[in-house]
């Protein structure tokens, strides 16, 4: 049987161990989930990996041309090259004919040697790599067990990675120090070789201090944790955010559209031609994203790994009953559904809705409100009418980078320089997108 819907199955082949000990992680925590474990216990066994493969092939609907596989962890690079050959495999064997398998996966990047880089690349693996920045941002929440700083560890595995030729992209965390050099990060990604870049801003519910684990007794007190509505020292602040994309955004736009991808930016635009939002975080409905552990355990998504996000274990039940289950639905709706008076309202609505649940932290009317609201807003605001002019070269089937030649707002009025700019900045024209023109 077959799903109706295009899903995604993130998995956690070693569940949530990491070599790292990097302060917003939310993986460690999980750790006590399993906590009659023993660490060596946290390896998708031969038979999970099998029936995941074969399950998550198998439940694709009719017609799907391509399968990818994404390995997360914890750090997934602490299993051996021979589990990924295994995979792969596997993948071969359970593959439809003429369906495209490909693997992604995520990683801290301190593990990989120039040997493994060169596997990856011959399998055609497409690594993402976190790195948040330039060596003092990217150490200041980023280290080891000892408080060492894990960055020379990460750019020699980018070093081995550019060595073998291995496609990677990178992923950064933007936190409420990096938030405040979006040029600096922006320049040192390029530098090392990226020209595909993911940015997540980190929301966290301050729940516990910086490297405290949770333990048992919260464990049995989640409710209690998520009733908290503070946020941790290491979150980025709402007026950050928006500060830290337009950043990045303005220099994108002015040197390097074409040339670097900013996942971002590439959703924005498409959904401003109306194509379907590439990121579950700016999709109406949630359900479509979800994580397997490496014990065969599937969630509603891998920020909810919780006891009460339990959809079931694939080697008990098939995978496509998890996915089409009642409970992963209403999870899905739940976003919708639950979207406050002020985001039904808001004009930027087919942009962002609401955002991601999990960081739906400020009172609403009639439901929370996301707490990066006000900088999402600035985003947008920033970056639509560069959107709508580039949107209009595409049209025009000029490159998108010819947007200047379409910058006309609003409705067809050209601006004048010293008119206030109309992404509603309070800037005149001429200091603010003006000056892109
Ligand atoms: S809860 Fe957030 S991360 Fe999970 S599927 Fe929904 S939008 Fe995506
Ligand atoms: S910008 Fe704010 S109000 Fe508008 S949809 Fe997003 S979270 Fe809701």
């Known amino acids: 049987?077959?799903?109706?819907?295009?899903?995604?199955?993130?998995?956690?082949?070693?569940?949530?161990?990491?070599?790292?000990?990097?302060?917003?992680?939310?993986?460690?925590?999980?750790?006590?989930?399993?906590?009659?474990?023993?660490?060596?216990?946290?390896?998708?066994?031969?038979?999970?990996?099998?029936?995941?493969?074969?399950?998550?092939?198998?439940?694709?609907?009719?017609?799907?041309?391509?399968?990818?596989?994404?390995?997360?962890?914890?750090?997934?690079?602490?299993?051996?090259?021979?589990?990924?050959?295994?995979?792969?495999?596997?993948?071969?064997?359970?593959?439809?004919?003429?369906?495209?398998v490909r693997n992604?996966?995520?990683?801290?990047?301190?593990?990989?040697?120039?040997?493994?880089?060169?596997?990856?690349?011959?399998?055609?693996?497409?690594?993402?790599?976190?790195?948040?920045?330039?060596?003092?941002?990217?150490?200041?929440?980023?280290?080891?067990?000892?408080?060492?700083?894990?960055?020379?560890?990460?750019?020699?595995?980018?070093?081995?990675?550019?060595?073998?030729?291995?496609?990677?992209?990178?992923?950064?965390?933007?936190?409420?120090?990096?938030?405040?050099?979006?040029?600096?990060?922006?320049?040192?990604?390029?530098?090392?070789?990226?020209?595909?870049?993911?940015?997540?801003?980190?929301?966290?519910?301050?729940?516990?201090?910086?490297?405290?684990?949770?333990?048992?007794?919260?464990?049995?007190?989640?409710?209690?944790?998520?009733?908290?509505?503070?946020?941790?020292?290491?979150?980025?602040?709402?007026?950050?955010?928006?500060?830290?994309?337009?950043?990045?955004?303005?220099?994108?736009?002015?040197h390097d559209i074409g040339e670097v991808f900013v996942s971002h930016f590439d959703m924005f635009f498409g959904l401003h031609q109306g194509y379907p939002a590439s990121f579950c975080v700016h999709s109406e409905t949630c359900g479509n994203a979800m994580a397997i552990e490496h014990s065969g355990d599937v969630y509603s998504c891998d920020h909810y790994v919780f006891p009460s996000h339990h959809l079931g274990n694939l080697m008990d039940q098939p995978l496509e009953d998890l996915v089409m289950s009642k409970k992963q639905v209403n999870f899905g709706l739940a976003k919708r559904d639950d979207l406050p008076q002020e985001c039904q309202n808001c004009s930027y609505l087919f942009l962002c809705r609401g955002g991601c649940p999990k960081n739906r932290l400020l009172v609403g009317d009639g439901g929370a409100l996301n707490w990066l609201c006000e900088g999402y807003k600035s985003i947008y605001a920033h970056t639509s009418p560069i959107f709508q002019a580039m949107g209009a070269a595409h049209r025009a089937r000029r490159h998108a980078s010819e947007f200047r030649s379409f910058f006309r707002i609003p409705q067809g009025s050209e601006v004048g320089r010293n008119d206030p700019c109309p992404c509603l900045s309070g800037k005149k024209f001429k200091n603010c997108h003006g000056a892109l023109r």
Not at 52 to 78: C, D, M, N, R, S
Not at 130 to 148: I, K, T, W, Y
Not at 192 to 202: E, H, K, L, T
Not at 240 to 250: I, R, S
Request: hydrophobic fraction near 35%.
């Open 104 to 254: 992604a996966f995520q990683t801290n990047g301190t593990l990989i040697t120039p040997e493994r880089a060169r596997w990856f690349a011959q399998n055609d693996f497409l690594l993402g790599v976190s790195v948040d920045g330039p060596e003092e941002l990217h150490n200041r929440f980023r280290h080891d067990a000892d408080g060492e700083g894990s960055f020379s560890s990460v750019m020699r595995g980018v070093e081995a990675l550019v060595e073998a030729q291995c496609e990677f992209n990178t992923l950064t965390v933007v936190q409420s120090d990096n938030a405040l050099h979006p040029q600096k990060v922006y320049d040192f990604l390029k530098s090392i070789g990226s020209r595909f870049m993911q940015f997540i801003p980190i929301v966290e519910r301050e729940h516990r201090k910086p490297g405290e684990r949770v333990t048992k007794a919260d464990q049995q007190a989640w409710k209690s944790l998520l009733s908290h509505t503070g946020v941790s020292e290491r979150t980025v602040s709402p007026q950050a955010w928006g500060y830290f994309m337009t950043g990045v955004f303005d220099s994108w736009v002015r």
């Open 1 to 100: 049987m077959t799903v109706s819907r295009p899903f995604h199955l993130m998995a956690k082949p070693i569940g949530p161990l990491c070599n790292l000990r990097c302060e917003y992680c939310f993986y460690l925590s999980k750790e006590e989930l399993f906590s009659k474990e023993r660490r060596s216990d946290f390896v998708m066994k031969d038979e999970v990996l099998e029936a995941f493969i074969q399950q998550y092939i198998q439940a694709q609907p009719e017609g799907t041309q391509e399968v990818i596989f994404a390995w997360q962890g914890g750090e997934p690079a602490l299993l051996p090259t021979s589990f990924y050959e295994q995979a792969v495999e596997l993948q071969k064997r359970y593959a439809r004919p003429g369906m495209r």
